[in-house]
C-alpha cells in the first residue's frame, strides 16, 4: 500500500481537524503542511500541538516564502535559514518528519533573459554549501531532515536534477539531509525520472507528486507506472504528499488521486 499525503491548502475544512476528516474519507494517510515566512508556521505551534492530540498526522512541511537559502541578497539568505530552522524545529515538536525547501524559487532562470545570474557558478555552490551544512546540523540536533527539492530549469538555476542535489548533499556529509522529490519537476528535467530514483535511491527522502502539467495525478501524461515502480523498487515507504492545481470539480479532484496512485502501481 502507498501512503499519501495531501498538502493542507487543497483540503476543505476551516480547521485542520475538519481537513483531517475529509482526507481520511478520502483515502489519504496524512497532511503536508505549508510553512510561510516571518515564522507564521511557528505561531501556529499550538494549533499544531492540538491537531496531533486529535489524531491529525502531519509528517512534514512544505515551505512557502518568496526567499530561500541560495538568496542572492545575504540578509534574504540568512532570514530564510533562520525561518528553515523554525520550520525544522517546530515539526520536530508534533513528531514530524522533516521540512522540504528548494535551493531558490522564482529567483533567476537561465533559460529567460538575462540569462547569466550575477553570482558564479563556483560562488552559487559555495552559498549552497554553507546554507545546507547550517540547516542540516539544525536537522541533526532537532532529530528531523532537510529535504532538498531540486526545481525546473525555469523556477531555479541552481539545483534542477536529483544528480546536482545529491552532489551537494554527499560534499556536505550529513545523514540529516536528504532529497525530496517532485514528480513534476523531474518531467520537466529528468531523461529518465525512473532511472534517477534507482541511481540516487540511497538519499531519497521524500516524494511529492503532481502531473506533468502540474495537475492532480492522472490529469497529464507523466509515466506513473514508471515512476512508482521505481520507487516501490528502492523499497521508498514515506509519503507520497500531493502538491498540484486541480482541475475539473476540486473535491472530485482530490478524491480521485489517492486510487489512482494505488492503480497506478499495480
Same mark, same amino acid.
Given at each position: 500500500?502507498?501512503?499519501?499525503?495531501?498538502?493542507?491548502?487543497?483540503?476543505?475544512?476551516?480547521?485542520?481537524?475538519?481537513?483531517?476528516?475529509?482526507? =481520511?474519507?478520502?483515502? *489519504?494517510?496524512? $497532511?503536508?503542511?505549508?510553512?510561510?515566512?516571518?515564522?507564521?508556521?511557528?505561531?501556529?505551534?499550538?494549533?499544531?500541538?492540538? %491537531?496531533?492530540?486529535?489524531?491529525?498526522?502531519?509528517?512534514?512541511?512544505?515551505?512557502?516564502? +518568496? #526567499?530561500?537559502?541560495? !538568496?542572492?541578497?545575504?540578509?534574504?539568505?540568512?532570514?530564510?535559514?533562520?525561518?528553515?530552522?523554525?520550520?525544522?524545529?517546530?515539526?520536530?515538536? $508534533?513528531? &514530524? +518528519?522533516?521540512? =522540504?525547501?528548494?535551493?531558490? *524559487? &522564482?529567483?533567476?532562470?537561465?533559460?529567460?533573459?538575462?540569462?547569466?545570474?550575477?553570482?558564479?557558478?563556483?560562488?552559487?555552490?559555495?552559498?549552497? +554549501?554553507?546554507?545546507?551544512?547550517?540547516?542540516?546540523?539544525? @536537522?541533526?540536533?532537532?532529530?528531523?531532515?532537510?529535504?532538498?527539492?531540486?526545481?525546473?530549469?525555469?523556477?531555479?538555476?541552481?539545483?534542477?536534477?536529483?544528480? =546536482?542535489?545529491?552532489?551537494?548533499?554527499?560534499?556536505?556529509?550529513?545523514?540529516?539531509?536528504?532529497?525530496?522529490?517532485?514528480? *513534476? #519537476?523531474?518531467? $520537466?528535467?529528468?531523461?529518465?525520472?525512473?532511472? %534517477?530514483?534507482? !541511481?540516487?535511491?540511497?538519499?531519497?527522502?521524500? @516524494?511529492?507528486?503532481?502531473?506533468?502539467?502540474?495537475? =492532480?495525478?492522472? %490529469?497529464?501524461?507523466?509515466?506513473?507506472?514508471?515512476?512508482? &515502480?521505481?520507487?516501490? !523498487?528502492?523499497?521508498?515507504?514515506? *509519503?507520497?504528499?500531493?502538491?498540484?492545481?486541480?482541475?475539473?470539480?476540486?473535491?472530485?479532484? $482530490?478524491?480521485?488521486?489517492?486510487?489512482?496512485?494505488?492503480?497506478?502501481?499495480?
Amino acid at each position: 500500500m502507498l501512503n499519501t499525503a495531501v498538502q493542507e491548502q487543497l483540503l476543505p475544512g476551516n480547521t485542520l481537524q475538519a481537513k483531517w476528516d475529509f482526507a =481520511q474519507q478520502a483515502g *489519504y494517510d496524512a $497532511i503536508e503542511l505549508r510553512g510561510k515566512g516571518d515564522l507564521h508556521f511557528a505561531s501556529r505551534l499550538e494549533e499544531l500541538k492540538q %491537531a496531533r492530540k486529535d489524531g491529525v498526522v502531519m509528517p512534514t512541511v512544505c515551505v512557502d516564502m +518568496l #526567499h530561500f537559502l541560495g !538568496a542572492f541578497d545575504a540578509d534574504l539568505r540568512r532570514d530564510a535559514i533562520a525561518q528553515m530552522k523554525s520550520q525544522l524545529t517546530v515539526i520536530a515538536e $508534533i513528531g &514530524g +518528519l522533516g521540512a =522540504q525547501t528548494p535551493a531558490s *524559487y &522564482g529567483m533567476f532562470s537561465r533559460r529567460l533573459p538575462p540569462f547569466e545570474p550575477p553570482r558564479t557558478e563556483e560562488e552559487d555552490r559555495e552559498v549552497l +554549501l554553507a546554507g545546507l551544512s547550517e540547516l542540516g546540523e539544525h @536537522a541533526r540536533t532537532e532529530g528531523v531532515t532537510l529535504f532538498l527539492e531540486p526545481l525546473n530549469r525555469y523556477e531555479d538555476h541552481m539545483v534542477n536534477r536529483l544528480e =546536482q542535489a545529491a552532489e551537494l548533499i554527499h560534499q556536505i556529509g550529513l545523514d540529516s539531509i536528504r532529497i525530496g522529490i517532485d514528480s *513534476y #519537476h523531474m518531467n $520537466i528535467e529528468e531523461s529518465d525520472p525512473a532511472a %534517477a530514483i534507482l !541511481a540516487h535511491a540511497d538519499l531519497i527522502g521524500h @516524494a511529492q507528486v503532481s502531473d506533468s502539467n502540474r495537475f =492532480q495525478p492522472g %490529469a497529464g501524461h507523466l509515466d506513473w507506472p514508471a515512476w512508482l &515502480g521505481a520507487l516501490h !523498487a528502492i523499497g521508498y515507504d514515506g *509519503y507520497l504528499a500531493v502538491e498540484c492545481r486541480l482541475t475539473g470539480d476540486p473535491i472530485e479532484a $482530490i478524491r480521485s488521486i489517492p486510487a489512482f496512485l494505488q492503480r497506478s502501481r499495480a
